[in-house]
């Protein structure tokens, strides 16, 4: 709106810039530009006789100076200084004793002089006139010309800026397409998945007397991977709600929730002996819930991979990894990985041991490392085989979360 | 069991009703029990109108509700019953596969009395129904006047 208002005005101006343009362009022409000096000068020089004929003495002077004065005005300097020596030719030819002859007697030397120094500083002062209007002339067109620019560059800006919206609501899509291909996955695959257990264990019930001891053990398998699918769907989809959910983030304490972790844990591993050890852990910065999901990841791994030690060993502890970020890492003595296989580790369904050594659908560290990356950091992890693991995760810091968390975004 | 309130059932896959009578019977809940196969049939039994024109008078004592239904979904049906002064007392149950929180804020908002997801395993199942069938048709007093005797 505010565009269309000013749109008149700003032609208007540029329409009269334009028509001086043209104006300064007629006189660039160095023909007229020289023709226009002696035709000043000639019609000086008539209007001199013209008045001299009436009777008025010594007006020559004025009406030279004043072509001269036209000449550099319009047509620059090559013509300002023609225009001078033309006049001095005339004035001395025209009206210095003796007339009609190009010599100078020496009674008119000083008012030839004053003639000559007039017509010098009227020229001079029209051309320094004329510099100034060039350096004018010169400083609009370089702002006209950044104008331009300017105005290409918030052209591209807006276009960019539409780009951009539409990048946006194409993702909106795309997430929208994802969210309820999720839904249909976790309403429309449990169903099937629930008959197959249902009825197999319906079978099981109704005909346990005449079935033989294989057919009852294929009906066991038939309920074992139908619950194990079940698992798998339910992780999946776990890890896809942890992509998608929103982070609320906020400064936690590291150290209580570890602890509370480790005490969930030992609930169900009573009958083993695991020595837990926590080290000094800082506060950082993000989201409990998830952070919470990540630690009991990596420990209840730690826990299931140290089974076959008797005395089973794990440490969660904290380096200082400089101003920003702090690394936490969760140590184990349990079965440890061959390093050759270190890239698998973060892997969605991707395992380093087969189900009858340790169960589990594999999606535990991607989920780790889903919930760390959305928090800007970084996951690893090292090791040996038969020799413990230790896996680590860098967070920001509490006190540096703002820039991090800009950052990450 | 005498004072035994009608559950109805709205359910569109038929191996999801069958199992479910399955578990209402082992407990001997299944005396009173109405299918509707999707929103559309569970709103015309409750309204008494179009096939169950005819059928006794009075609320149902619970409502055991699927979210995913052909023509009139779920929470379309729950909504609609809520905002009934009517029907608003009659007890509803979801009974779903969705695990979405989505849904289940959906459903408390609209005032749902309790959000079950149905559980894979299949005796989880069977105590699940079960359970809903013995606390909402037996041990829950429903609202006076609404269901009879």
């Known amino acids: ?409 | 069991m005498t004072g035994l309130g009608r559950i109805l059932i709205v359910e569109d896959d038929p191996n999801d009703v069958e199992l479910t009578l399955t578990a209402l019977t082992d407990y001997n809940l299944a005396n009173e029990v109405v299918i509707a196969r999707d929103g559309q049939q569970a709103l015309d039994y409750l309204y008494c109108r179009g096939e169950f024109a005819a059928r006794p008078a009075g609320n149902p004592a619970v409502m055991l509700l699927d979210l995913k239904l052909p023509r009139v979904g779920g929470l379309e049906v729950l909504q609609q019953i809520k905002s009934d002064e009517r029907l608003k007392m009659v007890p509803v149950v979801v009974l779903t596969s969705s695990h979405e929180e989505k849904d289940m804020m959906r459903s408390y908002k609209l005032g749902v009395n309790a959000y079950v997801v149905k559980p894979v395993d299949f005796h989880e199942f069977v105590n699940a129904v079960k359970e809903l069938g013995v606390f909402w048709a037996v041990i829950n007093e429903p609202p006076p006047g609404s269901v009879p005797k």
């Open chain 1, 1 to 409: 709106m505010t565009e269309l208002a000013e749109g008149p005005t700003r032609i208007g101006v540029r329409g009269s810039l334009s028509y001086w343009n043209r104006e300064f362009q007629r006189i660039h022409s160095p023909i007229l530009r020289y023709g226009f000096s002696v035709v000043s000068v000639a019609v000086a020089l008539g209007i001199a006789f013209i008045l001299q004929h009436y009777g008025f003495r010594d007006v020559e002077v004025p009406v030279l100076t004043v072509a001269i004065a036209f000449a550099t005005w319009y047509a620059g300097i090559g013509p300002s200084v023609l225009s001078v020596v033309l006049s001095l030719l005339f004035f001395d030819y025209f009206f210095l004793e003796p007339y009609y002859s190009f010599d100078i007697s020496t009674r008119d030397l000083p008012y030839f002089f004053i003639f000559l120094g007039w017509a010098g500083i009227v020229a001079s002062f029209s051309a320094v006139r004329r510099r100034i209007e060039d350096n004018l002339r010169q400083a609009r067109d370089h702002l006209q010309v950044e104008v331009e620019q300017r105005r290409q560059r918030e052209d591209e800006i807006r276009s960019l800026n539409l780009e951009l919206g539409k990048r946006a609501l194409e993702l909106e899509a795309s997430n929208k397409e994802l969210e309820s291909f999720a839904y249909s996955v976790s309403h429309d695959l449990r169903a099937p998945l629930r008959h197959m257990v249902g009825y197999s264990e319906l079978l099981q019930r109704q005909a346990s007397s005449v079935l033989d001891e294989k057919s009852q053990r294929f009906i066991r398998t038939i309920l074992d991977s139908a619950k194990r699918m079940g698992t798998l769907i339910d992780d999946l989809l776990a890890f896809s709600r942890i992509g998608r959910a929103e982070t609320r983030k906020t400064q936690v304490d590291l150290r209580q929730l570890v602890e509370e972790v480790v005490a969930e844990i030992g609930q169900d591993t009573k009958g083993r002996d695991i020595a837990w050890k926590i080290g000094t852990l800082p506060a950082c910065y993000g989201d409990r819930s998830m952070l919470r999901l990540a630690v009991v990841n990596l420990a209840s791994n730690a826990v299931k991979f140290t089974r076959m030690r008797k005395a089973a060993e794990i440490e969660i502890g904290a380096v200082d990894r400089g101003e920003n970020e702090v690394e936490l890492f969760v140590r184990d003595n349990g079965a440890g990985f061959d390093m050759q296989y270190v890239d698998k580790l973060f892997g969605v369904f991707q395992r380093l041991h087969l189900p009858e050594q340790f169960e589990g659908t594999g999606i535990g560290l991607a989920t780790v490392q889903r919930i760390i990356h959305r928090h800007g950091g970084q996951v690893r992890g090292e090791g040996a085989l038969d020799q413990g693991a230790t896996f680590y995760f860098s967070l920001p810091k509490a006190q540096h979360a703002g820039e991090r968390t800009a950052n990450a975004s």
